[in-house]
């Protein structure tokens, strides 16, 4: 028997777990794509076999809202394996894969809360449905479970130990809260591991960005004038695979260090109000509000194209927007609306939502097998230690992330070097000098 059957449930419509998923008749589609996921995922199914022989998540109630893709399903499986019971809803309105929450739930034996396309109140009843499970462990990506068990679902805000944080906009949210002396209870952070940010936010975020952008227009890339805000990690991910197309690359950026390593990296960098005229498809991953606004968009070329790929759908001001549009706005492709300014037409790719996920499939998995290795040691780390975590932010020991990234070295059968013990003595020492 493969480890793939080992967590497959015999399920029968009579015992499956709580749900709200779209069609359960996808459930079959969905396996296959979670078992392709699996093919690329060996870091996190080392983790799932040693899950399964020691049970560091027995007797846990774990509640997460992650976007409900393949990769996910496979980390909701580590999770069961170790012990866990999970109820997953998703952290976004369009980017749950319906084949996947399908399968969790007749397959696998998770209870899952999502729809692709369920509008707002759908959202955050799926929220509360997660909620009503009384989790000890919350998984969020953009701190959404968090901060309503803080604000309106403190009946279960008391039973819950300890959490976890997949993205830079929900640690932003989580310090500001533990500032406060809102935060109830420690959080780690798996966004600030190296084996996370450095790979997930820039060659994930980069290639899947280009992915999402092609799937939902079909344009050419080559030699077009790209414009991307914000040069973070995503950024830097987004701009080098732009440039790996063809295009031409202008960065607008507010912080003077990253301006200068942009420069340094050969694009051009320039203001947003210059950079509306100069560009022809636009890209926001600032994690910040109204990057593009009525000034940037009556700027913009006829045909000019926007996407975001920041967490919220806050990057591009699509109310001002459909203001100078008067409300001339229509559906041209399935994920691209078209906004007629009476002189220009300019468009938005799914609706300013994260176009990776909302248009393609987000990250691809050999990427999120060291995120959501990360995600499933960052729920066993608190498991084991909540009691002695303050209730803020925490970043998981290096030995961890070290760790993630030599399974990751070894699946990948790349080979490096270690030190002499002569070079260690030196390296630690500081007698030596010129
Ligand atoms: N789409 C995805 O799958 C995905 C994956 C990872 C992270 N994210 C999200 O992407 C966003 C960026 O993440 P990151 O890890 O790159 O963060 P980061 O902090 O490394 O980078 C953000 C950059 O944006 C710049 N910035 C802020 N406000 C700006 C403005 N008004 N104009 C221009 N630049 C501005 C900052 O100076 C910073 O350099 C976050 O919202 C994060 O949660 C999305």
Redesign the pocket.
Known sequence: MTTTDLSREQTTAANLPDHDVSDLSLAPGGVTRIEWAEREMPVLRLIRERFEREQPLAGMRIGACL?VTTETANLMRTLKAGGAQVALCASNLLSTQDDVAAALVTEYGISVFARRGVDRDGFYRHLNAVADTHPHLTQD??CDLVSLLHKERTDALEGVLAGTE???????RLRAMAADGALKYPVVGV?ESKTK?MF???F??GQ??VDGILRATNILLAGRHVVV?????????IASRMRGMGAQVAI????PI?AIEAFMEGYQVMP?LDAAAWGEVFI????????FRKEHFERMANGAIMA?????DA?IDLVALNELAGGRVRQLRRDVKEYDLGNRRVYVIADGR????AAAE??PAAVMDMSFANQALAAEYGAKNHASLSPAVHVMPDEIDREVARLKLEALNVKIDTMTPEQERYIKSWQEGT
């Open positions: 976007h990506d953009g997949e993205t830079t906009t929900g640690i932003i966004n940010h997930d936010n820039r994930g975020t899947s960005t805000a914000g040069y973070g990690w995503v950024g830097k991910g607008v950026e507010v912080d990253v947003g926001t991953a600032t994690g910040n509000l109204h990057v975001n790929s920041g967490h919220f990057e994260l176009v990776n996920l987000g990250h």
